[in-house]
């Protein structure tokens, strides 16, 4: 057996794989237009999340690298054990305060062709795997590796068409969807929980192991790459805090070292599960950052902070420091 | 000096040079979601529809990214057990381990994808996400959890 995980899968799939032929491809039928990925209205929003086109958001990722940061996220402490309460107060308690300071949010003045700006900082692992010098199989890189990049994107306000990712011949579904949103979908979610909390289930129903684990990674995501409207975080929040398995953990660290207080919930995998956390500041109960950290090992897996968000004019454009959003 | 339009076989040519820089990287992706078998026949299905569309495809800036969409709609309507997806026979001359198979199986798409991609094809989350339209960081994301799960199904930690 090979040591290397790397080796082994490309092995396997180099075992499998079928090399497509030109002849292959003339002998298949005309593909009619009816084969391209159709605009999906709200109740056929039922794809991968993170296998969807995302067009503007794959926009500029501007990413430098700055490993000196690695320690501050080896030094952060988790609290909590695998096992999970259906609800915990604490959890429901914060978010509802962290939903209510969302819902006293100005809404902004946003125009179509502006766009939402989010600037993140994020510790990523490194894909360089160990080498292996032992006798024992050890086929698997460690993932203990962490590196800072920095993201920054621009998502439009209203019109999501025009990209690369547009359909050729195909009505271009402008506002986005649920997992590639624009800020003109987001004013258009429920803002009571329940309803909201459906919705998202609707969309992530059949992926990924737990439908639970998925609702609240989704609405991590929403609340992280975006800038929503402040009833519809709200909402987000408390759609949240119905979700079973949330705890609260009261000392957590975002990306860049900011201490904070999150609410987190439990995944599978192996070493306990992997705890995903939205992390709050204790000063003004905002989102600051998220985190994924091995239950058992409390070893971090990767961080995000928000630096920025805000709406601007055009792709591009940064906005000063310090500019803050709604969300 | 006007150039004369593009004949027929000049299109011929430029789609065959296409498929085969594109027609890997997509046959990889595709079967990373849905196996050996459907992968194949999402990738087939996907350049068939690139050639029957050929021109007017060509305003696409990420074309093997666009094709990796519609390879994914035409897979949807396939349900191929999962136990089957890279199924390798009963004997065959490999070294992998042979649990490997079914643990990745066993992975989400979007592990399943970020693992192959990254690991077995050390592709960069940048590669990843230009042809899956996703952020870096969520490929990352899904490549933590995708590895995480690998070893505990196969039961080999970091320590062995």
């Known amino acids: 057996m090979k040591t290397e995980l790397t080796e082994q899968i490309h092995e396997l799939m180099e075992y499998g794989l079928r090399p ?4 292959d ?7 009619t237009a009816t084969g391209l990925p159709r605009p999906a209205t709200r109740s056929q929003q039922l794809g991968d999340r993170w296998l969807r086109p995302r067009r503007a958001i794959v926009a500029a990722v501007a990413a430098t690298t700055a490993l000196a940061s690695i320690a501050i996220l080896f030094g952060v402490t988790y609290e909590g054990g695998a096992s999970q309460p259906v609800i915990d107060k604490g959890a429901v308690q914060l978010l509802a305060k962290v939903a209510n300071v969302a819902a006293r ?6 125009r179509d062709g502006q766009y939402m700006y989010v600037e993140t900082r994020a510790a990523v692992t490194a894909r360089r795997p160990v080498p292996w010098t032992g006798t024992q199989a050890h086929p698997f890189p460690r993932h203990s590796h962490l590196k800072m ?4 994107i621009w998502v439009p306000v209203a019109n999501s068409c025009g990209s690369a990712w547009t359909p050729v011949g195909e009505k271009c579904r402008r506002i986005g969807w649920l997992n590639d949103p624009t800020y003109r979908l987001l004013q258009t979610l429920p803002t009571n929980p329940h309803a909201l909390l459906a919705t998202i289930e609707r969309v992530e129903r059949g992926h990924g192991p737990s439908l639970a684990q998925e609702a609240f990674v989704t609405i991590g995501d929403l609340l992280r790459n975006t800038i929503a409207p402040p009833k519809v975080a709200a909402a987000l929040y408390r759609a949240a805090a119905l979700i079973p398995g949330i705890t609260l953990v009261r000392h957590a660290k975002d990306a860049i070292g900011r201490s904070g207080i999150a609410v987190a919930r439990l995944g599978p995998g192996a070493d306990g599960g992997v705890r995903e956390e939205l992390i709050f500041s204790r000063s003004t109960l905002r989102l600051i950052g998220e985190g994924s950290v091995i239950a058992r090992t409390g070893e971090v897996t990767g961080a995000t902070a928000i630096i920025r968000r805000a709406f601007v004019d055009h792709r591009g454009q940064v906005p000063p420091a310090g500019q803050r959003s709604s969300a | 000096m006007t150039l004369p339009p593009p004949t027929a076989n000049d299109h011929e040519a430029a789609f065959e040079r296409f498929v085969e820089e594109a027609g890997p990287r997509l046959s990889r992706a595709l079967a990373a979601l849905y196996g050996f078998e459907d992968g194949r026949d999402a990738t087939a299905e996907a350049l068939a529809y690139a050639w029957e569309n050929w021109q007017q495809l060509q305003q696409i800036t990420n074309l093997t990214g666009y094709l990796f969409r519609v390879g994914q709609s035409r897979s949807r309507r396939r349900s191929q057990p999962a136990a089957e997806l890279f199924d390798i026979g009963e004997q065959g001359d490999y070294s992998f381990e042979p649990g490997l198979p079914k643990a990745l199986a066993a992975l989400t798409q979007r592990q399943r994808l970020a693992v192959v991609l990254v690991h077995g094809y050390s592709y960069t989350l940048r590669e ?9 960081t969520t490929v990352q994301n899904h490549l933590s959890r995708g590895l995480s799960r690998l070893r505990s199904l196969l039961g080999v930690n970091d320590e062995d």
């Open chain 1, 20 to 23: 497509v032929t030109m002849s």
């Open chain 1, 25 to 31: 491809i003339r002998s298949l039928a005309p593909v």
């Open chain 2, 128 to 136: 990843v996400a230009e042809l899956t339209g996703i952020r870096p």
């Open chain 1, 149 to 152: 990049i920095t993201e920054r």
């Open chain 1, 105 to 110: 949010q100005p809404a902004p003045r946003v």
